[in-house]
């Protein structure tokens, strides 16, 4: 079993549509969980970071972190084709933790006009 | 902040050729990664730097790669007698860590290597 799983799609919805990205992991070490957005031939780009269980909203981005069942979920909003991109999970068990960042495999996301 | 800058962005060697990267990391920070990232998957951990020092370096990391930050600034990274399997986009990252709770980690633009 991989450290972190993530549907790699692609996912293709329209345009104001809400889109629902996923990852589980196994190591209950974790406690730090970020969203990447990466478009194509681009470095990621941080868009949400939260600390232990719980919800985070900014703007049409809503993070949810669910430690129990491990399980973390990236909602967008009316979604927009300048949201077309590769959406990476990232984890880590905290500054003094071995190797930092875990990435899930990311999943495309194509919204259609 | 001007970001963190990697250079070259694309590079095409033939097999067996060294080849080195370069990677200038948000000035304040103190850790700079670096990861390895093919088609379709997340990038992987290769090493990290706290400050100068070394701290950790992937189990998978072939001896042909070796990576520095003399200074604690920049940092580069080389890899020998490159092969097929080489080929990638190299990432670095940097992050300022401390005894606070978390470290956010920012990416370059990554430098795509193609050995053919």
């Known amino acids: 079993q991989k450290e972190v799983e993530q549907d790699p799609g692609p996912l293709s919805v329209p345009e104001g549509a809400i889109v629902s990205l996923n990852c589980t992991y196994s190591?209950?070490?974790?406690?730090?969980f970020m969203w990447y957005r990466q478009y194509s031939r681009k470095g990621p780009e941080l868009l949400m970071y939260?600390?232990?269980?719980g919800n985070k909203e900014d703007g049409r981005f809503t993070a949810q972190v669910d430690k129990s069942s491990k399980y973390i979920s990236l909602f967008i909003r009316d979604s927009q084709p300048s949201d077309s991109a590769t959406y990476l999970c990232?984890?880590?068990?905290?500054?003094?933790?071995?190797?930092?960042?875990?990435f899930g495999p990311g999943t495309r996301l194509s919204v259609l006009p | 902040d001007t970001g963190v800058s990697q250079d070259p962005r694309h590079k095409i060697t033939k097999r067996g050729q060294n080849v080195t990267f370069r990677c200038d990391p948000i000035s304040e920070h103190n850790r700079l990664y670096w990861y390895r990232q093919t088609l379709g998957q997340g990038p992987e951990f290769l090493t990290y730097?706290?400050?100068?020092?070394?701290?950790?370096k992937s189990r998978l990391l072939s001896d042909r790669f070796s990576a520095e930050r003399p200074k604690g600034s920049f940092s580069t990274l080389e890899i020998q007698r490159t092969e097929q399997g080489d080929s990638a986009m190299y990432l670095c990252?940097?992050?300022?860590?401390?005894?606070?709770?978390?470290?956010?980690?920012?990416f370059g633009s990554g430098t795509q290597l193609s050995v053919l």
């Open positions: 990232a984890m880590s068990g905290g500054w003094n933790y071995g190797q930092n960042f875990v």
């Open positions: 730097f706290q400050n100068e020092a070394q701290l950790e």
């Open positions: 939260t600390y232990s269980s």
């Open positions: 190591n209950s070490a974790f406690q730090y």
């Open positions: 990252a940097s992050s300022l860590a401390g005894r606070q709770r978390g470290e956010k980690l920012f």
